[in-house]
């Protein structure tokens, strides 16, 4: 079993930067691969952004990429979201997931995680 739990959204202007982090419980959090979706108001839950077990191998969302940046921190059982030059579309709830190694499907696939956390609002402003 692993809990996720998610922080650093908040309120920010059109350019501005913002770290997400999400904590993972459990010792096997090495083992699992993690992910980043977003969730608009009336819209599907849309991938942003996944790692692997190894910090290695990265992807990322058409939306996002050149402007976020994925990655972990297995000593502190965390991932980071790091968000550049942030838009007003890029406004969501974001969650934090986690796939077992043994989990089938892409990382773009909400279906391919295990484990998701309770989510945290990021709003830009224009």
């Known amino acids: 079993q692993v809990q996720l739990v998610e922080s650093g959204g908040g309120l920010v202007q059109a350019g501005d930067s913002l770290r997400l982090s999400c904590a993972a419980s459990?010792?096997?959090?090495?083992?699992?691969?993690m992910g980043w979706f977003r969730q608009a108001p009336g819209k599907e839950r849309e991938f942003v952004a996944g790692?692997?077990?190894?910090?290695?191998?990265?992807y990322y969302g058409d939306s996002v990429k050149g402007r976020f940046t994925i990655s972990r921190d297995s000593a502190k059982n965390t991932v980071y979201l790091q968000m550049n030059s942030l838009k007003p579309e890029d406004t969501a709830v974001y969650y934090c997931?986690?796939?077992?190694?043994?989990?089938?499907?892409?990382?773009?696939?909400?279906?391919?995680?295990?484990?998701w956390g309770q989510g945290t609002q990021v709003t830009v402003s224009s």
């Open positions: 997931a986690a796939r077992s190694s043994s989990s089938s499907g892409t990382y773009y696939y909400t279906g391919s995680y295990d484990y």
């Open positions: 459990g010792r096997t959090f090495s083992r699992y691969g």
């Open positions: 790692i692997g077990w190894s910090g290695v191998t990265t």
